[in-house]
């Protein structure tokens, strides 16, 4: 390989980064089941997603835009939060480089605001997270994807 590749994971939900990068799309991976709030960083529930068939499938694109002269590749699914941080980390791992994770750094609050997700009991994710869910908007809809799907 010539120049390092960077590698970022992104939230559809949230566009698309510019231009400049090659963009895997990681929607057509199964969602494991997972607990609310889990994210790609979650060794079991990463290992599920960069196994399986779609996961494989992406990491091989990636290593033939890589090997054609890639050097910056996005890695996006529905929230940005699972399926794209699993893919990316481990496609970091095999380019030897570190993955950023764009929209983990984002208030996590926004993935609260349906109010019916979380829900465990001890007053749910929303609230351990300093939210009040009760009072949060629902989300718009985009492109069909209207429940935290990751």
Not at 49 to 71: F, Q, R
Not at 78 to 94: C, E, H, K, Q, W
Request: include cysteine; charge should be negative.
């Amino acid at each position: 390989m010539g120049e390092p590749v960077e590698i970022m994971s992104f939230g559809f939900m949230y566009g698309i980064p510019d231009t400049s990068w090659d963009v895997l799309d990681a929607r057509s991976v199964t969602l494991p089941d997972h607990s609310f709030g889990d994210t790609g960083l979650v060794p079991e529930l990463a290992k599920k997603i960069v196994t399986s068939d779609a996961g494989l499938s992406l990491e091989m694109k990636a290593i033939l835009w890589v090997e054609e002269g890639t050097t910056r590749i996005a890695v996006g699914c529905a929230y940005g939060r699972v399926r794209s941080v699993a893919i990316a980390n481990d496609l970091a791992t095999l380019f030897g480089t570190e993955a950023r994770h764009r929209e983990l750094e984002r208030d996590q609050a926004t993935i609260f605001r349906s109010g019916t997700r979380g829900t465990d009991g001890e007053g749910g994710a929303g609230l351990r997270a300093g939210v009040d869910v009760a009072k949060l908007e629902p989300l718009p809809t985009r492109g069909g994807y209207s429940d935290y799907g990751g």
